[in-house]
């Protein structure tokens, strides 16, 4: 079975501390995507990744930054976690080789909270 | 960017009960995906729909693809306890060097025994 995984189900960090969340699939795929997920708010995207160092900011970037130094992992870094930042975090893959919109595979999310 | 309106925001239904939710755009999309994120868990894809008008089935589920190509439909019939979840339409946008999705704000499932 193909695979996002995310290396932690549950966070609990203080203000001001850098959170590094690590995400890694195992599908060969080219695009990753980083997104928090609020209720009534939905999915929103943080950032994402076409190759291997490459990013680009999604629709909220700020107090965040990313790092994809593999292709097969994409981590999301907070630099100094703020309460506002408690969150579910989601990273998902996907591959667009083949020419359709296939979907994403999602990880099963990191809940992030700040104190 | 391309937003995505997806209703209804929440759902409280009998089990047994069928379930329709919707999602509109003011753009047209050339796919139009479903996702069902269960508690505590990722979204999980559901239904893909590549073509306008087209009905597709996935066991008690069937999405449909607007002929406008600016909205979709998800039904579920005989609804069931493992039913609840938060269901997310999506479809895809070019922005910068990749494809990506652009998901709606998902409609909260409850199913009452």
């Known amino acids: 079975d193909v695979k996002v995984t995310q290396s932690s189900r549950y966070l609990v960090k203080r203000t001001g501390e850098k959170v590094f969340l690590e995400c890694v699939q195992d599908?060969?795929?080219?695009?990753m995507f980083w997104y928090r997920q609020d209720p009534g708010l939905g999915l929103r995207l943080i950032y994402f990744s076409y190759d291997v160092k490459m990013k680009e900011k999604g629709d909220i970037p700020e107090g965040y930054s990313v790092s994809r130094e593999k292709k097969e992992r994409f981590s999301l870094i907070l630099e100094s976690a703020s309460t506002n930042q408690t969150s579910m975090y989601l990273c998902?893959?996907?591959?667009?080789?083949?020419?359709?919109?296939?979907?994403?595979?999602f990880g099963s999310g990191t809940r992030l909270t700040v104190v | 960017g391309q937003q995505l309106n997806q209703s209804p925001q929440s759902m409280f239904i009998q089990e047994g009960e069928d379930v329709s939710m919707n999602c509109t755009s003011s753009?047209?999309?050339?796919?139009w995906l479903w996702y069902k994120q269960e508690p505590g868990e990722g979204p999980v894809l559901l239904i893909a729909?590549?073509?306008?008008?087209e009905l597709t089935s996935n066991g008690r589920l069937t999405a449909q693809f607007g002929i406008t190509r600016k909205d979709s439909f998800l039904n579920i019939s005989a609804s069931i306890p493992s039913d609840v979840g938060i269901y997310f339409c999506a479809g895809p946008i070019y922005s910068g060097s990749a494809r990506q999705l652009t998901f709606g704000s998902g409609t909260q499932l409850t199913v009452l025994p």
């Open positions: 599908m060969d795929h080219e695009n």
């Open positions: 998902a893959s996907t591959d667009t080789r083949r020419g359709r919109s296939h979907g994403y595979t």
């Open positions: 729909l590549y073509k306008a008008g």
């Open positions: 753009s047209i999309f050339n796919t």
